[in-house]
């Protein structure tokens, strides 16, 4: 070991549809266990602002209005999870979308000694999530939530909070748009779960769950990968 060694960071996945509560989670685990969590818009945003050689390419792509490379990505990554607030570790999120990327960046990782600790992937039940989120509505006066199953008002129609009568509901969670995002999302996620699975290195954890037992179920697997 000498001077320059890197502080060997975990580096975490987190894999879960719309819904199934993963921005929630991920604030839970940076509040209790330090690590920060980095969205492909986060990375790139970090990159440009640090001005390194990725982040500069990243930027010229950008500016020319097309994508960024995964080459470019990881390389960004590489550099911010080796700077001090990285220390505890990161949780990925929307990144590696794909088994491409997802070897590209245990190629990458590999190089500086770091892997993957953990892919976690929040399972839910689909039928039960599109009853979930399509039965949501909110109080056009004062914003309280209600729900068809869950929270419906003393008195049908009516507000408990404010009295109002006019309800509103958000056009992305119709069943059938619910339902379709499940789907896109199982399609696109399933040959990643099966990439890590194949790693040894895939949790599952059910997401059907209260918040807080969800969270007692991450931090058993983050304390794993990172002790
Ligand atoms: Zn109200």
Same mark, same amino acid.
Do not use: W
């Given at each position: ?62 500016? !020319? ?20 607030? @990285? ?29 993957? #600790? ?23 006066? @004062? ?16 507000? #408990?909070? @404010? ?7 958000? !056009? ?54 990172t002790g």
């Amino acid at each position: 070991m000498d001077a320059t060694t890197v502080t060997r960071a975990p580096v975490l996945i987190l894999l879960g549809p719309p819904g199934a509560g993963k921005g929630t989670q991920a604030r839970k685990l940076e509040d209790k266990y330090g690590l920060v969590q980095l969205s492909t818009g986060d990375l790139l945003r970090a990159g440009v602002a640090q001005g390194s050689e990725a982040g500069k390419q990243a930027k010229a792509v950008m500016e !020319a209005g097309q994508l960024v490379s995964d080459e470019i990505v990881i390389a960004i990554l590489r550099d911010r999870i080796a700077e001090p607030d @990285c220390a505890n570790g990161v949780i990925l999120d929307g990144f590696p979308r794909t088994t491409v990327q997802a070897e590209a960046l245990d190629a990458l990782l590999a190089e500086s000694g770091q892997k993957i #600790d953990a892919a976690i992937s929040l399972e839910v039940d689909d039928a039960a999530m599109v009853d979930r989120i399509s039965g949501r509505y909110t109080c056009a006066g @004062c914003g309280e939530g209600y729900h068809d199953t869950f929270k419906t008002p003393k008195q049908a129609g009516v507000c #408990d909070t @404010c009295g109002g009568s006019e309800m509103k509901r958000r !056009a992305d969670d119709k069943a059938e748009t619910v339902a379709s995002r499940l789907e896109a999302y199982h399609a696109q996620t399933a040959p990643l779960i099966g990439y890590y699975e194949g790693k040894g290195a895939l949790s599952r954890i059910d997401a059907m769950g209260k918040i807080e037992e969800i969270a007692a179920g991450l931090g058993a697997i983050v304390e794993k990968a990172t002790g």
